[in-house]
Nanobody, 130 residues
Framework: QVQLVESGGGSVQAGGSLKLSCTAS????????VGWFRQAPGKEREGVAT??????????SHADSLKGRFTISQDNAKNTVYLQMNSLKPEDTAMYYCAAAGSPRLDTCRSRIYGGMDYWGKGTLVTISS
């Protein structure tokens, strides 16, 4: 059972930056497919980014609308995935969730930005004021 804990959320003004962290435990393989998702009040959950890592392989995918502002990365030694968020806007206000796939595969990790993750954290709240 993979457990995920998010941190780093908070309140910042528009134009600012935040870096979210997702620390995992319970992995049984060195292959990982982890993603960030967000859900704003009254809206459906949307995928932000995914990252696949395996032996000598790393591949990322970002939502088109967020490319250039949001970047996903991973530190395998710390079992932590990060989401660097820059040039934040009020519409980025949401609960941000980290999620992981139970059977990580390179060829499906990108598409999991649209759903299909098996393990979820409880989320960290990001509030952007204008």
């Amino acid at each position: 059972q993979v457990q995920l804990v998010e941190s780093g959320g908070g309140s910042v003004q528009a134009g600012g930056s935040l870096k979210l962290s997702c620390t995992a435990s319970g992995y049984t393989s060195n292959r990982r497919c982890v993603g960030w998702f967000r859900q704003a009040p009254g809206k459906e959950r949307e995928g932000v980014a995914t990252i696949y890592t395996g032996t000598g392989i790393s591949s990322t995918s970002h939502a088109d609308s967020l490319k250039g502002r949001f970047t996903i990365s991973q530190d395998n030694a710390k079992n932590t995935v990060y989401l660097q968020m820059n040039s934040l806007k009020p519409e980025d206000t949401a609960m941000y969730y980290c999620a992981a796939a139970g059977s990580p595969r390179l060829d499906t990790c990108r598409s999991r930005i649209y759903g299909g993750m098996d393990y979820w954290g409880k989320g960290t709240l990001v509030t952007i004021s204008s």
